[in-house]
């Protein structure tokens, strides 16, 4: 779910950082605010049923599953990450679990369909579609997480160093995302031989993995002052205003300059 994390955080962060729709009061405090809640505390997580979300792709759900029980990986559980589904309510998913039968990568599907006038402005211009269908392969190996998804162009901050993402197009097939993420996997065992990869067995395991990758990806936060310059750079296309400079500094709980 890294990637899932990633995206979260974004969708705000888009908006306010390309001056689509500020609301009133919503200033460079209150965006770290909101992004301290997605990548502060550790998230509460729970299983739930998929009758729970009407509005979900259940087909999609059950295509990812059926495809990779077709290539030995076992299914462990539907989940909701309630931490998320609080600061976002009108945009509630759930996250469907998988591990290979190897137990070296566990998989995450899941379908956001994003909603609310921010959202919608972000799909008026283009930057985000009405429907993300993501699958996301994860392998832990001894403090590397190895990510590879379907999210390209659109997990758009950047993940801590602890995470080598690979984003593959939307439309990519599961079978072609399946060998990118297999293959990166054999490269980076080569280059560190003497580390083994985490064993993903129970739900347990892959819900402690998870809270692993949290961390790194919180600390990371913390470290950048929630939103670092290269970023905001890279949303706006640009150099910073003197006012997006005030912005930012905002944001990173700085002094006025």
Same mark, same amino acid.
């Given at each position: ?5 990633? /995206?979260?955080?974004?969708? $705000? ?6 001056? $689509? ?23 509460? $997580? ?17 295509? %990812? ?5 077709? +290539? ?24 469907? @679990?998988? !591990? ?14 994003? +909603? ?6 972000? #799909?008026? %211009?283009?930057?985000?579609? +009405?429907?993300? *269908?993501? !699958? ?9 997480? @190895? ?8 997990d758009r901050l950047e993940p801590p160093p602890e995470a080598?993402?690979?984003? /593959? =197009? @939307? ?21 560190? &031989?003497?580390?083994?990869? !985490?064993?993903?067995e129970t739900y347990d395991d892959l819900v402690a993995s998870?809270? +692993? ?15 670092? *310059? ?8 640009? &150099?910073?205003? #003197? ?7 905002? !944001?990173?709980?700085?002094? =006025?300059?």
């Amino acid at each position: 779910m890294e990637v899932f994390f990633l /995206m979260m955080g974004l969708w $705000l962060v888009v908006a306010v950082a390309l001056g $689509l729709r500020r609301p009133t009061g919503f200033g460079g405090s209150a965006l770290r605010a909101r992004l301290d809640a997605v990548y502060g505390e550790p998230h509460e $997580l729970a299983r739930v049923s998929p009758e729970a979300f009407p509005e979900a792709d259940l087909e999609f759900y059950d295509r %990812v599953r059926a495809d990779l029980q077709g +290539r030995g990986y076992r299914c462990i559980g539907d989940i909701e990450d309630l931490t998320m589904s609080r600061i976002y309510p009108h945009n509630r998913t759930f996250v469907r @679990l998988l !591990v290979d039968a190897g137990g070296m990568i566990r998989a995450s599907a899941y379908h956001l369909h994003p +909603r609310g006038v921010v959202i919608s402005l972000l #799909q008026l %211009v283009q930057l985000f579609p +009405r429907h993300l *269908r993501v !699958v996301e392969l994860v392998t832990e190996i001894q403090g590397i997480f @190895l990510v590879t998804s379907n999210t390209h162009g659109i997990d758009r901050l950047e993940p801590p160093p602890e995470a080598k993402v690979e984003r /593959m =197009p @939307l439309s990519t097939p599961l079978a072609e995302i399946i060998a990118s993420h297999e293959k990166r996997i054999t490269a980076l065992l080569r280059m560190y &031989p003497e580390r083994a990869p !985490v064993s993903f067995e129970t739900y347990d395991d892959l819900v402690a993995s998870m809270a +692993r990758a949290h961390v790194a990806m919180a600390r990371h936060r913390q470290k950048v002052g929630g939103l670092s *310059r290269d970023e905001l750079e890279r949303l706006k296309g640009r &150099p910073l205003s #003197q006012t997006e400079e005030a912005f930012l500094r905002e !944001v990173q709980g700085k002094p =006025p300059g």
